[in-house]
């Protein structure tokens, strides 16, 4: 399995400043077709996880612009401009390249 | 808008076989993939397999030899089987279906609808 590794575990973030989440995998999450099978979701507190980013730079739909993802190969980051306070969750990454699809292990995000 | 709706038993004996159904309103299952995944308690996601509406499943190689994720299109549900389990096995079952979104000549599928999950504990 692929392994996905996520830093920091746990993120102190105030709001208004920018915030900024590690993803590592332990093998190039590129395909054949040039893409990389990266994705972002958050799990805000009593719900369901949802989707941020998709194939490592993509926003989903309704996601705002203040998210962004970047990244190549094994080294993937997500950042958020300016932390709302509605931003508070787990954030996870996961590879979308091989079954089974594997996450991190989750960075909390809370405010200070 | 389509809804994803988990039931089954929220408590399950060990050694027995956990059953949950994924009732889908507001759209259809067909053309679409569809995965499990689950959440012990406080702990992170883990992917447990995928359909593809046709029947095609992919599982995840650690519980493969217990699992079985089937469609069944006459009553637009999902429905995943765990055998002989045990207390690892406690969690939140969520059921997802997964966005296309192509991009060139390359279709992508992303976890894009979650249900709410079910909780299913497994003890005596």
């Known amino acids: 399995d692929i392994v996905m590794t996520q830093s920091p575990l746990s993120l102190p973030v105030t709001p208004g400043e920018p915030a900024s989440i590690s993803c590592r995998s332990s093998q190039s999450l590129l395909h054949s077709n040039g893409y990389t099978y990266l994705d972002w979701y958050v799990q805000k507190p009593g719900q369901s996880p949802q989707v941020l980013i998709y194939m490592a730079s993509n926003r989903a739909s309704g996601v705002p612009d203040r998210f962004s993802g970047s990244g190549s190969g094994t080294d993937f980051t997500l950042k958020v401009s300016r932390v709302e306070a509605e931003d508070v969750g787990v954030y996870y990454c996961m590879q979308s390249l091989q079954i089974p699809r594997t996450f991190g292990q989750g960075t909390k995000v809370e405010i200070k | 808008q389509v809804q994803l709706q988990e039931s089954g038993p929220g408590l399950v004996k060990p050694s027995e076989t956990l059953s949950l159904t994924c009732s889908v309103s507001g759209g259809s299952i067909s053309s679409y993939y569809w995965s499990w995944v689950r959440q012990p308690p406080g702990k992170g996601l883990e992917y447990i397999g995928l359909i593809y509406y046709t029947g095609t499943t992919y599982y995840n190689p650690s519980l493969k030899s217990r699992v079985i994720i089937s469609a069944d299109t006459s009553k637009n549900q999902l429905s995943l089987k765990l055998s002989s389990v045990t207390a690892a096995d406690t969690a939140v079952y969520y059921c997802?279906?997964?966005?296309?979104?192509?991009?060139?000549?390359?279709?992508?599928?992303?976890?894009?609808?979650w249900g709410r999950g079910t909780l299913v504990t497994v003890s005596s």
């Open positions: 997802v279906r997964h966005e296309p979104r192509t991009l060139g000549a390359v279709t992508y599928w992303y976890l894009d609808l």
